[in-house]
């Protein structure tokens, strides 16, 4: 089993940044390409980035594309999301999530195709 923990999430100004933080265990961090997404209230979930096992690909929603930058280190065994220049509109819950193994790094921004998923954690932007 696969355990996601994130951090970081809070209440900044526009034009702010902040910088989340997910923490994986239970199997090899390195076996898993990973994804953020965000879900608003009333809103479906919806992709924000992901990136390859070895970090070597990244993709990026249109919305957040120049603001937003995805990391990982595997040694550390966690993914981060450094988002800059954030906007009301980023007002969600973020969720980490790992893709379950087998599947190829471009399936696209479908979270279906994520087995695993931390709890969440609340970004808010006031204008």
């Known amino acids: 089993q696969v355990q996601l923990v994130e951090s970081g999430g809070g209440v900044v100004q526009a034009g702010g940044s902040l910088r989340l933080s997910c923490k994986v265990s239970?199997?090899?961090?390195?076996?898993?390409?990973m994804g953020w997404f965000r879900q608003a209230p009333g809103k479906e979930r919806e992709s924000v980035a992901a990136i390859s096992r070895n970090g070597a690909n990244t993709d990026y929603s249109d919305s957040v594309k120049g603001r937003f930058t995805i990391s990982r280190d595997n040694a550390m065994n966690t993914v981060y999301l450094q988002m800059n220049s954030l906007k009301p509109e980023d007002t969600a819950v973020y969720y980490c999530?790992?893709?379950?193994?087998?599947?190829?790094?471009?399936?696209?921004?479908?979270?279906?195709?994520?087995?695993?998923w931390g709890q969440g954690t609340q970004v808010t932007v006031s204008s």
């Open positions: 239970g199997r090899p961090f390195s076996w898993y390409d």
């Open positions: 999530a790992a893709k379950g193994l087998g599947r190829p790094y471009d399936t696209g921004p479908s979270p279906y195709v994520y087995d695993y």
